[in-house]
């Protein structure tokens, strides 16, 4: 209910809203407005409340909070059902355990990560106001070996919500990782839940550094935030409506045709691999192949060490250049 107050204020910017005009249009008594509306001052929202005129949302810096993010939020469905925290361990470990009760297409954002994490075990710095901390449940009715795809999904859909967002090009690092002047900028992290009978949910981890000022010593060399990268501060809420609104889109044209091409279409112009040669290392060990394509399916396509063309698949396999990260 804060949210559509909120948004009602919004629409009527710097102009007085009377209390019984709230109360008329969102069906709820004129107390339960004033609770409302303290509650929202309580979050840092600059209200000013007026006896006989009402109440008008002044002009304040960005707020990052559920009633903020619904109150613009246009999707659909995807995000809805939206849990934000002040702080949390993993918002993929958090969003697990709401999963089974939980509708599909619920998301979870935390201000903070005490313990995020991202592929093959690997921590995943995650300071308190500084970058976009999200998962999302979702509940498919696809076959387990399809839900990988949706790692791809989530990159196409990033891609286009930071480049709406910022004059800037981001390019995909097959499978999860967005890069920014050959740095990592952000990962997804794809986790799920299966029996015999079909997948019982899918969450989708992003963690996007989006306003840090710097990165811990070790990761200098590969890692990077858009505020480093652009030298300015960039909105997160924008980041994460433009995403929730891209992904929907594009995960919602594959459960329906059952049709990756709208998503490797942008994953392959925006490939940062493709034509290079790169080491694989899997648990078998490392070669290096040459990049040929991303296929149909999403499975990167490379010339072997035999000189035929190999597919590789999603799983505990990791990419990198000849000499570092990228190349």
Not at 58 to 86: A, K
Not at 133 to 146: A, N, Q, R, T
Request: with cysteine.
């Amino acid at each position: 209910m804060k949210s559509k107050i909120l948004n009602i204020l919004k629409v009527n910017e710097n102009e007085f809203v009377s209390g019984a005009q709230i109360s008329e249009a969102l069906h709820i008594s004129r107390q339960a407005v004033s609770k409302h509306i303290n509650n929202l001052k309580k979050q840092g929202y600059h209200i000013e409340s007026v006896s006989r005129k009402g109440h008008r949302l002044l002009e304040s810096t960005e707020m990052y909070n559920q009633s903020e993010l619904l109150s613009e939020l246009s999707t659909q469905s995807m995000g809805r059902e939206l849990v934000f925290l002040e702080t949390v361990g993993s918002t993929n470990d958090y969003a697990k355990r709401l999963a089974m009760a939980g509708t599909d297409k619920m998301v979870v954002i935390s201000d903070e990560q005490t313990s995020g994490k991202g592929r093959l075990g690997r921590n995943w710095t995650s300071e308190k106001g500084t970058g976009v901390w999200m998962s999302v449940v979702l509940k498919p009715d696809i076959e387990p070996s399809e839900a990988p795809k949706i790692t791809q999904i989530a990159a196409a859909a990033m891609i286009q919500a930071i480049e709406k967002e910022v004059n800037v090009e981001i390019q995909v690092k097959w499978p999860n990782d967005l890069i920014l002047n050959k740095k990592k900028v952000c990962g997804i992290l794809t986790e799920m839940s299966a029996e015999l009978g079909g997948i019982n949910y899918v969450i989708v981890g992003l963690g996007v550094n989006v306003n840090q000022t710097s990165m811990p010593e070790e990761l200098i060399d590969k890692a990077t935030s858009l505020k480093m990268g652009l030298d300015k501060t960039i909105s997160r809420k924008s980041i994460v409506l433009n995403f929730l609104e891209m992904f929907e889109y594009l995960y919602d044209d594959f459960i329906e045709t059952r049709s990756l091409m709208k998503t490797i279409d942008i994953c392959k112009k925006k490939s940062i691999l493709l034509g290079k040669t790169v080491r694989i290392i899997t648990k078998a060990g490392t070669r290096i192949v040459q990049v040929n394509d991303i296929n149909e399916d999403g499975h990167l396509m490379v010339i072997n060490e035999d000189g035929k063309e190999e597919a590789i698949f999603y799983g505990e396999v990791s990419v990198r250049g000849l000499y570092d990260y990228i190349d």
